[in-house]
């Protein structure tokens, strides 16, 4: 008997727990609360997230954190970034020294530059057994089986394979990738970007601004990848490109959404509260700027979205800095030659 904790009862957490309830024979779902753990192990629907899900019959919920995880075959952690460690830290107790943990979570921690998957690994003493994945993938379409695609990078290729067969399905294409750095790095990055590309919709600048903004953030996100030790290539595949242009792009994108929003006035506090999601490129922009300067690397884009988020900057400011930048060669920063300014 295969039974597998998805750790996060969100929209994300909800939709991955149908994609492993069609290969495990029992799939937990952990939920903040026990009061929507109730909620959905009596209507098979998750009343706040993707609502209209009906919830397969082998998945069952929970507000225990520990029983969720004893006697687990694999665990999935679906938890926002900031409480991350915390969740990892509870589970380290009741979770087997072997079981695999395949992180959802995208985003870099603020003060150490740690991605999510050595957020875990920290806690769970085990890197080797923690994997990422990532991609183009909105939860709301893949509950409804539509056909999506992701990246599952892990250190170990025996790790990565056991836990593609929980999560692959004939409309979930997962291919494998050794790096884990380059993948989580582009998943935390994206999401600032979209801020920026909602802004700049919100402000009515045009599908030629969009893909300026998202192809410059693709070279500011691979310039963070190289000088972390990632692979650039990596920024060409699921986990960057197609990563970004899903969130730069779809109403479902909450990054972009805020970014609309924010133009229009809405403070960050206000539309999390109204959406019950976490602005997970708002955290991201703290210490993915932090990484960055940290390591000497121009990030401008991530910087703007700072500016007006944590700053205090106004628009106007931000987009006449921006604008008001000298280009340089195309791809600086990723191998080529040194910046020049």
Known sequence: MSRVAVIGAGSWGTAVSCLVAQNADEVVLWSHGQGSA?????????????????????????GDLAGAALGCSAVVLAAPSTHLRNISHELAESLGPDVPVLVLTKGIEAGTGLLMSEVAASELCGEQRVAALSGPNHAEEVSLKMFSAAVLASPSEEIGE??????????????LSDDLRGVETCGAVKNVIAIACGVCAGL???????????TRGIAEIG???????????????????????????????RNRRFG?????????????????????????????????????????LVDSVWDLIHGSASIDSVVSSLSGRAPNIEFYGMGQRPASN
Not at 204 to 214: E, H, Q, R
Not at 288 to 297: I, K
Request: proline fraction near 4%.
């Open 38 to 62: 109730d909620a959905i192990n009596q209507t098979h629907h998750n009343p706040r997230y993707l609502a209209d899900v009906e919830l397969p019959a082998n998945v069952h919920a929970t």
């Open 162 to 175: 056991l836990l593609r067969a929980y999560v692959a399905t004939p409309t979930f294409r997962v291919y």
């Open 204 to 214: 009515g600048l045009g599908d030629n601004t969009l893909a300026a903004v998202m």
């Open 223 to 253: 310039r963070i990848v190289s000088a972390t030790g990632g692979k650039p290539m990596t920024c060409m595949g699921l986990a960057g490109m197609g990563d970004l242009v899903a969130t730069c792009t779809s109403e479902h994108s």
């Open 260 to 300: 609309e929003a924010f133009v229009k006035g809405t403070a960050l506090e206000d539309f999390e509260r109204e959406t019950h999601m976490v602005v997970e490129g708002a955290r991201a922009a703290v210490s993915v700027r932090e990484l960055a300067h940290a390591r000497g690397v121009e990030v401008p």
